[in-house]
């Protein structure tokens, strides 16, 4: 029994002992080291005030100028001169020239073909003056015998007349006023004949004055089509020197340089018609084109003011307004 006291007295002692030890070392270290660490959060503060209230949202955009003028080569060629990109112009000035030797070459040629053609329309016309002065005196000379003609005819009707009456009071034979009868015949034959001579006469100088005429035409015709040939290349020769048709920088274009390769336009570039050469932007004023989110674009409204930031520029704000907005935003 004693022994077993004993026991339970060692037994007492030693959880007394070991609870003490738990409160001074084994509480600490928990506290330390297993319990979960409280963190301090910052809340600033501040005083309620009455105001608008901004909601924004940053997009990012390309910078453009609202006008731009493209200008275009009037022709084809190779380009011997261009301004450098980024040059400030003023309308008139040249931003390239085109070689011009070939069309130099073909309005000497043109020139030449200009002068055939003036001395084949000067050689024609002095041929129709000649033919009209040649079928007037050949009408006025045939003329002048059916006139004559028309007075022996009327002689010889006069003579046949007066020997009737001397025949009818038989001072003259029967016999001379059948002559003068075979004479009015003979005569009225070639009033007749000269009468048709004389219209012939004036229908084949007509139809001769009217084919030269016809061909006058023809040369003055081809005389013009080859003048306005000539015009053609001098106006081409002119349109070698591309002027800048507004003030504005210059953009050089790009052109095609390979299978899915593009580049700057350059001098000995061979251009064609209408190619564009450059853009001239209006830099008085500026515009931002951005794509907005799908959740961001119905807060977009007309005239909402803008903030516009560049990289080119970053510690510079620039101030804008929404002033279009694409029907499929």
């Not at 006023?177 to 004036?202: F, H, I, N, P």
């Not at 932007?281 to 674009?297: F, I, Q, T």
Request: proline share 4%; glycine share 6%; aromatic share 6%.
């Amino acid at each position: 029994m004693k022994h077993q006291i004993k026991l339970w007295g060692s037994r007492v002692v030693m959880l007394v002992l070991l609870g003490l030890a738990v409160q001074r070392w084994g509480v600490p270290m928990y506290v330390k080291y297993f319990s979960p660490k409280k963190t301090v959060v910052y809340v600033p503060q501040g005083k309620v005030a009455f105001g608008d209230f901004t909601v924004s949202f940053h997009e990012i955009g390309t910078l453009a100028a609202e006008r731009s003028v493209p200008v275009f080569g009037e022709d084809n060629g190779k380009i011997i001169t261009l301004v450098a990109e980024g040059t400030v112009v003023r309308a008139g000035d040249m931003i390239a020239e085109i070689d011009r030797s070939d069309i130099e070459r073909e309005i000497r040629n043109q020139k030449l073909t200009v002068n055939n053609a003036e001395a084949e329309v000067a050689r024609v016309e002095e041929e129709f003056r000649m033919l009209v002065e040649s079928n007037k005196t050949h009408y006025e000379k045939q003329k002048a015998d059916y006139d004559f003609t028309l007075n022996e005819l009327d002689m010889a009707r006069k003579t046949l007349e007066k020997r009737k009456r001397l025949a009818d009071e038989k001072l003259v034979p029967r016999d001379q006023v059948e002559q003068a009868e075979l004479t009015v015949r003979s005569k009225e034959l070639a009033e007749m004949k000269g009468k048709k001579d004389l219209e012939l006469q004036e229908a084949d100088n007509k139809s001769k004055e009217n084919q030269k005429q016809a061909d006058m035409r023809k040369v003055r015709f081809a005389l013009q089509t080859q003048q306005r040939t000539l015009e053609e290349l001098e106006a081409r020769l002119s349109s070698g020197v591309i002027k800048a048709p507004a003030p504005g920088m210059v953009v050089i274009s790009k052109t095609w340089a390979g299978p899915g390769e593009f580049r700057k336009i350059q001098e000995g570039d061979t251009i064609r018609m209408r190619q564009s050469i450059c853009l001239l932007p209006d830099l008085s004023k500026m515009l931002v084109r951005v794509n907005v989110g799908e959740s961001d674009a119905p807060r977009v409204k007309l005239n909402m003011p803008v903030l516009i930031k560049m990289e080119a520029i970053p510690d510079k704000t620039f101030h804008g307004t929404v002033s279009n907005i694409s029907s499929l935003a």
